[in-house]
């Protein structure tokens, strides 16, 4: 897919995927996304689990009970690390993981796939200790996000933006 159709195709999905696995070539590409983000002087703070067992995305649905998290054939978990650098201690964790997630879901909309960035249910009370337990993730990885993804059964759409003159400008 030309670059720019998939920024225009890229939507947030919150609905049920097709039955079937992921392939390995796909998931190697998506995550590579991942790994190949900008970083904050370079620190690559993030970390990806892509989650494809079958019982650990079960326990993940039952902290997120979705119809996008019980669907999906791949959830991915996406972590930072908070490291302070150079003389000024700048720290660019958020920056990083959110540079990364885009990739990602950039990603998934050009192999044919669609997905959702689940930042938000992660804020709620007690889901970063459950997803941290069931994945057993390092204590110093902050968990971040998920990305449930796959091959979409309903159509995907972007929500609509509002007009580009109101939020680009050109000087
Ligand atoms: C930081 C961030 C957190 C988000 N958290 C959630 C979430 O918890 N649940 C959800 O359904 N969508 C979440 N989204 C997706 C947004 O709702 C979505 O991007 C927005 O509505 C615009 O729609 P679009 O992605 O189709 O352009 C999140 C997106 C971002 C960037």
Same mark, same amino acid.
């Given at each position: 897919?030309?670059? *720019? ?11 049920? *995927? ?24 370079? @620190?690559?703070? /993030?970390?990806? #689990? ?10 993940? $649905?039952?902290?997120?009970? /979705? ?10 978990? =996406?972590? $930072?690390?908070?490291? #302070?650098?150079?003389? $000024?201690? @700048? +720290? *660019?964790?958020?920056?990083? #993981? ?9 990603? =998934? /909309?050009?192999? %044919? #796939?669609? %997905?959702?960035? @689940? ?11 459950? @997803? ?13 996000? =998920? ?10 759409? +972007? ?13």
């Amino acid at each position: 897919m030309d670059f *720019f159709d998939v920024i225009k195709n890229r939507g947030s999905y919150r609905g049920e *995927f097709e039955k079937g696995s992921v392939p390995q070539e796909d998931l190697d590409l998506i995550l590579e996304a991942g790994v190949r983000a900008p970083s904050g002087l370079n @620190m690559q703070t /993030t970390t990806f #689990y892509a989650v494809t067992d079958e019982k650990l995305r079960k326990r993940i $649905s039952e902290v997120f009970p /979705t119809k996008a998290v019980e669907t999906a054939p791949v959830i991915l978990v =996406i972590t $930072s690390k908070l490291v #302070y650098a150079g003389e $000024s201690q @700048m +720290q *660019f964790e958020i920056e990083d #993981y959110s540079a990364a997630t885009e990739n990602m879901l950039l990603a =998934i /909309t050009a192999l %044919g #796939y669609a %997905g959702v960035w @689940m930042d938000g249910m992660m804020r709620f009370e007690g889901n970063v200790d459950r @997803m941290r337990q069931i994945l057993s993730i390092p204590e110093d990885e902050n968990i971040r996000t =998920i990305v449930p993804f796959g091959k979409p059964v309903d159509p995907v759409t +972007q929500k609509e933006k509002k007009p580009i003159e109101e939020r680009a400008h050109i000087l």
